[in-house]
């Protein structure tokens, strides 16, 4: 079986909080979008064996409302300080430090990084020419190379795009 990652960006947050920019909550509107993806993995039987979150408010009240819809407690989720905004090249270092036993990796995140770290993987040119390529509750599955240690530009190949907005209020 061939090694996946799915990239998830967080739900829409509370912009107009007095708070600082890694405390900002989900909005209502984000907590249901993220909902409605949590429900299509369902849907689909998609399920992560190794889930990594930013940790984030944001980012891993995404992860917490997913992994709630399709994980059990077995499967953690891991908070990785170093998916918070520290650019795209951090995210492939943590990628790199998967077991090559995880086959399929769900990483929480946030923009830019999550778009800098598709646009390389991928390749511009294979991806849907958008001003907005990960909006908000956006879920990206990638085909892998066979080892998380060699994640050279290019290397991915793109499966699919789900945007939450897109997705029926109850996909179930």
């Given at each position: ?51 990594l979150s930013s940790p984030a408010k944001r980012a891993i009240s995404t992860a917490k409302i997913v992994h709630k819809i399709i994980a ?101």
């Open positions: 079986m061939s090694r996946e990652l799915w990239l998830l960006r967080h739900g829409k947050s509370d912009r107009d909080l007095a708070v600082d920019d890694f405390d900002r909550p989900l909005k209502k509107r984000g907590k249901q979008a993220v909902q409605r993806v949590g429900l299509w993995l369902l849907k689909e039987s998609l399920t992560p064996d190794y889930f059990n407690d077995s499967l953690p989720i891991i908070q990785d300080k170093r998916l918070y905004q520290e650019g795209f090249e951090r995210l492939k270092t943590v990628l790199s430090e998967c077991s090559i036993e995880n086959k399929q990796v769900l990483l929480v995140g946030h923009n830019p990084e999550l778009e800098d770290l598709l646009i390389y993987l991928v390749g511009a040119s294979h991806l849907p020419d958008t001003d907005k390529l990960l909006p908000t509750a956006t879920l990206v599955r990638l085909k892998m190379p066979e080892d998380w240690i060699y994640l050279d530009a290019g290397c991915a190949t793109l499966l699919s795009m789900t945007y939450a907005k897109l997705l029926p209020e109850e996909v179930i």
